[in-house]
């Protein structure tokens, strides 16, 4: 129970919750409405997953299966049409489920584009979180964010903007700027997408360090399945609405399950 | 847990039932989401990140936004529409032998009215809708799901510095708007005076003796203790309702770009529609002041 970073159980999500937490309805609304039971209107039905501290988890799977879907309603963004979630063991009711209240759990997400402030310049898209929960002096907070960029290897583009970097360094600095937050728990969205192979190659042993330097609890969600062979970390799959018991690498590979056979083919013939 | 959450509603007592059946209905409401909204960026001043030198800075940056480039159209349109106001009230008044009114006359148009509404227009127009489209694209981009995973309230970090931003502005713009009416409204009357005597339109036409002790002294009569407190109250509420109807529409988009134009056009409209109705309502105060002083002369 303690050493837990996530537990949820039995979640549902309708089509119709899809769209999130909008910031200009206050959140009760969507608590007084009626509840939507038909399985067929369901994106995600009946999903349990539990998260050790520390542990990395990949939820992988063919587009247009809800793993982003998922991966909003961990950090609150979106609220499940059913069911609980536990953060570190300590429960949050429904009505009080929100990005604002879950990110005080110290949970970070890095979104697919990196979603940077795009009129702030990189320094201080990083320092923004910092300054406004008030993290240290000036000094500490200056050398916070050095620290993230040193981490992530965009020191050298401090002072741009996110529209002159690329989409590889937009993403570095997006997870730069969550793990100045210190987070206990992330969620990374995607983190390979749109990268090439050396990017991408330079971007794994950055969340390797992360995991092992600062005891990071990261959950990824992509459709690169080898990240989860060089991270050495479970996987599991978002199929037909569930999603199944985290397993190794090598275990999907050779079972012979509809999920082994669908998308492990190409690996399994290339070798 | 949503099934216990009925459950409890199910065991109100029948007035706290009503009462929760009134809040319902209120906040389903567009209106009673945005007097929310309002609500949530006025106690989120009070917030436990509050910091005076970042809220500051963003306030004034909000301020500039808001009223420095809306400024050269605003004189513009300040000084032509006082002196269409000094030029009807002078001509018409005389006409029906109400020459003692025109100072009352151009106070009640310019500084009592229409100043305020034709700023909190332009304003809306300017600024409500460049505010929208700019926190819409934050929506659709993520940006504002990103603030809100980082644990920035979106409410305290957009919506509260423009809301205040743009009822500073609004109120510094309408003082601006009424003294430019008034004073570069004179200077134009004037000189499309001589220029109508010296280019032979009308030789009368420098007959009239519009002298700025005149038209000073008028106004000075005219005006009273309730036109300040107005002058100061109408514009925060103007602003008060632009910038929030803006935040509103903006935080309202649903992750789709074609939404954006959609929302801009309906922030403006909404604007003059809430701008004229709050306007109604604050005019009824004269009204009432005309009764009571009726009722004293009867």
């Known amino acids: ?271 | 847990m949503r099934v216990t959450a009925r459950r409890n509603w199910q065991k109100f007592t029948l007035p706290a039932k009503a009462f929760h059946l009134l809040g319902l209905f209120l906040l389903r409401r567009t209106f009673g989401q945005q007097i929310a909204l309002f609500c949530r960026a006025i106690a989120s001043i009070f917030s436990r990140n509050r910091s005076l030198k970042t809220d500051s800075r963003n306030i004034i940056m909000q301020t500039f936004f808001t009223g420095v480039e809306v400024f050269p159209v605003l004189f513009v349109v300040a000084t032509l529409f006082g002196a269409i106001t000094i030029i009807e009230a002078m001509s018409m008044m005389g006409r029906m032998g109400f020459s003692d009114f025109v100072g009352s006359m151009i106070v009640i148009v310019t500084i009592r009215d229409l100043g305020p509404i034709l700023t909190a227009f332009l304003i809306a127009g300017r600024s409500g809708s460049s505010l929208t489209t700019y926190i819409g694209s934050m929506v659709i981009n993520y940006e504002v799901d990103a603030l809100a995973t980082m644990g920035v309230n979106p409410i305290r970090f957009l919506v509260m510095p423009s809301l205040i931003g743009g009822c500073i502005a609004m109120l510094i713009m309408n003082i601006f708007f009424s003294a430019s009416a008034i004073c570069a409204g004179f200077l134009v009357t004037k000189s499309a005076i001589y220029l109508a005597g010296i280019t032979g339109v009308s030789a009368d036409m420098t007959n009239i003796q519009l002298t700025w002790s005149y038209l000073s002294t008028e106004i000075l009569n005219a005006i009273d203790l309730s036109d300040f407190i107005f002058i100061i109250v109408k514009p925060l509420v103007f602003g008060a309702i632009i910038t929030t109807n803006a935040c509103y529409q903006a935080l309202n988009i649903q992750r789709d770009v074609r939404q954006v134009p959609k929302a801009v056009s309906r922030s403006v409209i909404k604007s003059f529609l809430y701008v004229v109705v709050a306007d109604m309502v604050i005019s009824t105060f004269y009204f009432v002041d005309y009764m009571k002083n009726l009722k004293q002369l009867i």
């Open chain 1, 1 to 271: 129970m303690f050493d837990e970073a996530l537990r949820m159980e039995d979640i549902h999500l309708a089509y119709r919750d899809l769209v999130g937490a909008m910031f200009s309805k206050p959140r009760m609304l969507g608590y007084f409405r009626g509840v939507e039971m038909d399985p067929q209107k369901e994106l995600i039905s009946n999903v349990n997953l539990s998260v050790k501290r520390g542990e990395t988890i990949c939820i992988g799977g063919p587009s247009g299966q809800g793993k982003s879907a998922l991966l909003r309603i961990i950090a609150g963004l979106t609220r499940p049409t059913r069911g609980n979630i536990y953060y570190f063991g300590e429960f949050i009711p429904p009505e009080k489920l929100t990005a604002l209240e879950v990110a005080k759990r110290q949970v970070g997400m890095v979104f697919q584009n990196g979603a940077l402030i795009s009129n702030l310049r990189v320094r201080d898209n990083i320092g923004l979180p910092l300054r406004y929960h008030k993290m240290g002096s000036p000094a500490e907070i200056d050398e916070k964010i050095n620290m993230a960029m040193d981490l992530m290897r965009v020191r050298d583009e401090a002072d741009m903007f996110p529209h002159m970097l690329s989409v590889g360094m937009q993403k570095r600095v997006a997870i730069a700027r969550s793990w100045a937050m210190d987070p206990k728990l992330l969620l990374m969205d995607e983190p390979t997408a749109g990268l090439d192979n050396y990017n991408r190659r330079n971007l794994l042993p950055l969340i390797d360090n992360m995991r092992t330097l600062f005891k990071t609890t990261i959950i990824i969600v992509t459709h690169d399945l080898m990240i989860s062979k060089e991270l050495d970390c479970n996987i599991c799959f978002l199929h037909r609405k569930t999603l199944t018991d985290p397993k190794p690498f090598e275990y999907w590979l050779n079972t012979d399950s509809e999920i082994s056979r669908e998308l492990f083919r190409d690996l399994r013939n290339s070798g």
